[in-house]
């Protein structure tokens, strides 16, 4: 089990302290499973410590992760009642952001939805609106060039205060990892769709 | 994102409702962080199906987790308050099972200790007490010879029922891992104790 063991200590000028109560940015990545599993899980310790906590997710589909949202919105809820906790907003691209409700009932382009997504989270993180936010599968957007990397790890490396910002999805670009205090990639070694199971309940979702 | 794609059909005579129900055993293993997170996210999605959930943590320190275990716990609150989600047990080995009150003030040999915990859930496992398990860290008495890993291996495959278990920890046995449906390895690309960041409130706990 790690014991919070250091392999070196850096000539920072910053106290233990100090050093420790940075805000984190981590990239979880690669083909394997868990990717956002680990991040909502995270985002439950997250709730313990009473952080307000905003979700993002880069997804089409509505249907996907229903389970998590449904759970943290529930704990949301114990927040909201009983001081428990901390707030959890949670939102999705998927029939568009909720802060964009479209009265023309025009279908918004993707890419133009992923840059509304991503101008948003900007606006917050400037504003210190959250401390821990979850950007769920945000790696598909920059990989297909909807949202310039660059701007995006300069909008991380300078926001202000303690935010913590987790970000999940296969093929993070470089740029991204490099910006990361924390990467870990899932690899797949067996999943049982490779034995022609498909996903099911309490499982998958 | 995955849409449940199955790479080939086996001939195994079921139905896709037959094989998609079929329970899951699932390790998390590797030297990279997520193992135990993203099995507490799974257990997120097993709460909201209102799945009765058991967790075992084969740890020695209490305060490893915590906020993990204070929000699993607090939706056990709110299951047994609103009938929402599906009930939570949380047990750790710590300073030993709940299930062995020691009057002696004896302090049990460890590896005695993971023994007694695996013997627990392998009766509940033949009660099908649970639904969902998470035997946390189970890998290490595994590893250290505590317990014998065909013995597991056997009691998992013949286990009644539908009941799902995830287990997590580095160094996961071949025989394990081969008896799994879902194998994922978790690899450490960086990581903030590299920098000399020791681990911080609402992120390692």
New interface residues.
Partial sequence: ??Q???????Q?GLT?RQ????P?LAV?T?P???K???????A??????G?DIGVFQF???AK?K???E???L??NE?HERTG??GPVEWHKMGQGWSWLRRTDGAEQDHAEAARDGWREIARRLSAEQH??YVLD?FTYPLKWGWIDVDEVVETLRARPGNQ?VIITGRDAPQAL?DA??????????????????????????
């Fill in positions: 089990m790690p919070g063991k250091v392999e070196s200590v850096p920072d233990t050093r420790r109560n940075q984190v979880h690669g394997g499973k868990g956002s599993t680990a991040a909502f899980g995270m439950m310790r997250a709730w313990n410590q952080f997804v089409k589909s996907w229903v389970g998590e449904q759970t943290m529930a704990l114990l428990v906790g401390r821990f599968e913590h990892m990361a205090d924390l990467v870990t990639e899932m690899t797949k070694v067996r999943h049982p769709m490779d034995a022609g199971r498909k996903g099911q309940r309490g499982i998958e979702w």
